[in-house]
Each structure stands twice: as structure tokens, then as C-alpha cells.
């Protein structure tokens, strides 16, 4: 059982350029999510979806855009990238007893 | 003041140590209450999880919960070397609701 994945693990971009992080989830779960962490900051929720077809904002937003086409995939993209993205992203899904099941996480660095 | 509020650490403990970490809350809509456990360059994965008020036990981590303090607290005893993570708080009002909230995490060493 897969689990969530997400890839890639690592990326490096320079700022201004555009991107896509990908995640997969194989466990029907209607929810899925986006987190960014940062030291010192915690896990801070930047889009959701409560199913395909719907998706809101969290806590830190701008900058980024989420779509969720299928239950499966829930991508996010990052379209002119900028220092202050540098972080560590996980996507998670979340089953119904509200536990959240995270990938491995994705860390990005913005030149 | 952040919703939930977490001592960062780092904290250190030998081998066979009871360990106790804790957050604190300002919520008090908050019913349901889970501690993830994150080793480095790995996503958070959930290690207990709890309903209200009480007690919960599994092998060798006791969460506890004390809303009318808004407090909780994870033990580990016996900790182990495998036992050295960060470990989250994370709290949420309702079934449904759109966000759990995340304490910063508590970086623990257990020294052989």
C-alpha cells in the first residue's frame, strides 16, 4: 500500500520560474491537503480539497495554486517562484476519523 | 498568540528515560487531539490520537489530555534510541473542520 506520494523530493529553482509538485493518494480519501514547514513555524496549511472538483485556500495561500481534477491527485504549483517559498512541502490526505496520513515531502530551494 | 503552543526543545534523555512532552491550547473548541511523530527528512506520521478528556494508552506512550487546562501531554517510557524525532501536537474542533492546527514540534534525542 502506497500511501501518499509525492515527488519529487528535492528541487532546486531560481526565482521567477514555475513549477509543479506532485502528489498521489491511493487510499480513497476525499481529503487531501498541502503543508509547508519551517523552522521555528511548524506545519502551516496552504490549500485543501474536500473532494475533486473542490478546492480553498489555508493558511498561507498566495503564491501558490492547487487543483484536484481527480480523488487521486491533488498537484501544486508554483508559478514564479520566489525565495521566500524555500521550504519543505508535504501533501497529506486524511481519512474520515480526521488522522492525516503525509507523504515524504518535497524540499525546495528557491535561488 | 499562536493556537496551539509547543517547547521547541531540543531535549535530550539516556536510554530507558521516561519522556514527557506537552502543549498548550487557547481553543477550547478543540475535541480531538493527536501527537505525530516526524523523523528527519520524513513526513509527520500519526502516533496517537484522541478524543476529549482522558487518558489513551499504546505499548510504551501514554497521551494524555486535560481540556479544562487546555494541556496535553505525550510519556514515553523505557524510551528507546528509535525513539529520537520531532514530535507534533495537533488539535482539530470537529469532524470535518478544515484545519488542524500544529504545534512546532518538539525535537527529542535518546541517548544510548
Known amino acids: 500500500n502506497a500511501g501518499v506520494t509525492q515527488t519529487p523530493k528535492f528541487q532546486v529553482l531560481k526565482t521567477g520560474q514555475s513549477m509543479t509538485l506532485q502528489c498521489a493518494q491511493d487510499?480513497?480519501?476525499?481529503?487531501m491537503s498541502w503543508y509547508r514547514q519551517d523552522p521555528g513555524m511548524g506545519l502551516r496549511l496552504i490549500h485543501y480539497?474536500?473532494?475533486?472538483?473542490?478546492?480553498d485556500q489555508g493558511e498561507v495561500p498566495n503564491g501558490y495554486n492547487v487543483s484536484r481534477s481527480t480523488t487521486e491527485d491533488f498537484p501544486l504549483r508554483l508559478l514564479s517562484a520566489a525565495p521566500s517559498q524555500t521550504s519543505v512541502y508535504f501533501c497529506a490526505s486524511r481519512d474520515s476519523n480526521e488522522k492525516l496520513f503525509f507523504g515524504s515531502g518535497t524540499q525546495l530551494s528557491v535561488l | 498568540q499562536k493556537e496551539v503552543e509547543q517547547d521547541p526543545g531540543p531535549l535530550s534523555v539516556p536510554e530507558g528515560a521516561i519522556v514527557s512532552l506537552n502543549c498548550t491550547y487557547s481553543n477550547s473548541a478543540f475535541q480531538y487531539f493527536m501527537w505525530y511523530r516526524q523523523y528527519s527528512r520524513k513526513g509527520p506520521e500519526l502516533l496517537m490520537y484522541?478524543?476529549?478528556?482522558g487518558n489513551k494508552e499504546d505499548g510504551r506512550f501514554t497521551a494524555q489530555v486535560d481540556k479544562s487546562s487546555k494541556y496535553i501531554s505525550l510519556f514515553i517510557r523505557d524510551s528507546q534510541p528509535s525513539d529520537s524525532a520531532t514530535y507534533l501536537c495537533a488539535m482539530i474542533s470537529e469532524t470535518g473542520a478544515n484545519n488542524l492546527f500544529f504545534g512546532t514540534g518538539t525535537r527529542l534525542t535518546v541517548i544510548p
Open positions: 480539497s474536500v473532494g475533486a472538483g473542490i478546492t
Open positions: 487510499m480513497n480519501h476525499e481529503y
Open positions: 484522541t478524543y476529549s478528556s
